[in-house]
């Protein structure tokens, strides 16, 4: 089974990298390979992962021990999972100060107070145990956790996963401050493509195992060019369209196990045709930035995106791109209108009274 092949992308320092796609699409089984904390029966067959110019992939456990949790490290899923319940909050980051630097308990619990008020839990919070903690505490101490011995890179699991939207909102806000404050790089891995709009620089989408697409956050919501990509944008409600039933995607994606020959995508994609089937698409620059692995898109002299010769009904794919650019807009400016406080119309509320009715 392969569930990461022929990814490449970089992280430069203060820059948010994020990575959508469905469950069981191996997102977390790229953050592990590149933390190399894979289990012991997975094997990386090639590739590099270069830390400031050191290789992760060559390197021993003992400089690894030295890179993790220092120079780079890692939010995972489960902030409940994440935290030992048997010992306290001050205690676990104190640990993590203490394995890295050559200092006492008290200046490492002094950091780890520090470190809780800046992230909004407090330092009174420092003898509390896990239980004692909400869900969006545990998740704000899992990412103190992660910071505390101020990493330039940070790999962020699903960090909203199980938060309501109100504690979703204060720790995307939480994460955009460390971000600015501290200028470390961060990946953003999600399956929600609104909270990568939050925050990304840059996306990648990624799906069977492959990056499908990599553009700049506002390039890939503006103009979305693999078929894949535009299925998960048009999976978002419009809140200020006309009532109307929510698109999906039908199936499910591959088993990475046994997956499809050609394009992975090909199965769920309404405009495959016989080169999907049996090719792989490479994954190629088809404008500035704009990295695509689709059959049906190449890039022209100009440096812009342009539709290969395919079956009929293909051309919709980039005009449906070019209509849904408002509505994709709108995902990403959604937050900023929110922290400004707009209201939505009263109208809107007026005609979902009369539907009740």
Same mark, same amino acid.
């Given at each position: ?10 992280? &430069? ?29 997975? !094997? ?15 390197? &021993? ?19 409940? *999972? ?17 394995? =890295? ?33 909400? #869900? ?12 505390? *011995? ?18 979703? /909102? ?11 404050? =501290? ?51 048009? /999976? ?18 591959? *088993? ?23 090719? !792989? ?8 930035? =704009? ?18 010769? #395919? ?14 650019? *408002? ?7 959604? &937050?900023?209108?929110?922290?400004? #406080? =707009? ?15």
């Amino acid at each position: 089974m392969r569930a990461v092949q022929d990814v490449t992308f970089d992280v &430069g320092r203060g820059e948010i990298v994020g990575i959508a796609g469905e469950s069981g699409s191996g997102k977390s089984s790229l953050a592990l390979t590149l933390l190399r904390l894979l289990p012991r029966y997975a !094997v990386v067959e090639r590739g590099r992962v270069l830390l400031d110019g050191e290789d992760l992939l060559a390197m &021993g456990e003992d400089d690894l021990r030295r890179i993790r949790g220092a120079k780079m490290s890692y939010v995972p899923q489960a902030s409940m *999972n994440a935290l030992d319940p048997v010992f306290t909050v001050g205690d676990q980051l104190a640990e993590a100060v203490l394995a =890295h630097r050559d200092v006492g308990r008290e200046e490492a619990l002094r950091a780890a107070a520090e470190l809780l008020d800046e992230v909004g839990v407090g330092r009174d919070r420092l003898g509390s145990y896990p239980h004692e903690l909400s #869900g969006g505490q545990r998740q704000r101490v899992a990412i103190a956790m992660a910071l505390i *011995n101020s990493p330039e890179l940070v790999i962020l699991d699903e960090p909203t996963t199980a938060l309501d939207v109100i504690v979703q /909102a204060q720790i995307l806000r939480l994460l955009e401050d460390l971000r600015a404050r =501290h200028n470390m790089g961060m990946i953003l891995i999600t399956h929600d493509l609104s909270v990568i709009a939050e925050l990304a620089d840059t996306v990648i989408i990624y799906y069977g195992g492959r990056v499908v697409e990599r553009a700049p956050a506002v390039e890939l919501y503006r103009n979305p060019l693999h078929p894949y990509t535009q299925a998960l944008l048009k /999976a978002f409600p419009d809140v200020r369209a006309r009532r109307q039933r929510f698109s999906f995607l039908p199936g499910s994606p591959p *088993n990475l196990a046994d997956p499809p020959p050609g394009c992975p995508f090909h199965p769920r994609c309404p405009y495959a045709f016989d080169r999907c089937r049996t090719e !792989v698409p490479r994954l190629r620059e088809v404008s500035p930035g =704009h990295w695509v692995a689709c059959h049906l898109v190449r890039g022209d002299a100009d440096g812009r995106a342009d539709l290969r010769e #395919g079956p009929e009904g293909v051309l919709p794919v980039l005009q449906g791109a070019a209509e849904q650019d *408002n509505r994709h807009q709108a995902i990403r400016e959604g &937050g900023r209108r929110r922290e400004h #406080g =707009h209201r939505p119309r009263r109208g809107g509320r007026a005609r979902r009274r009369d539907r009740q009715r």
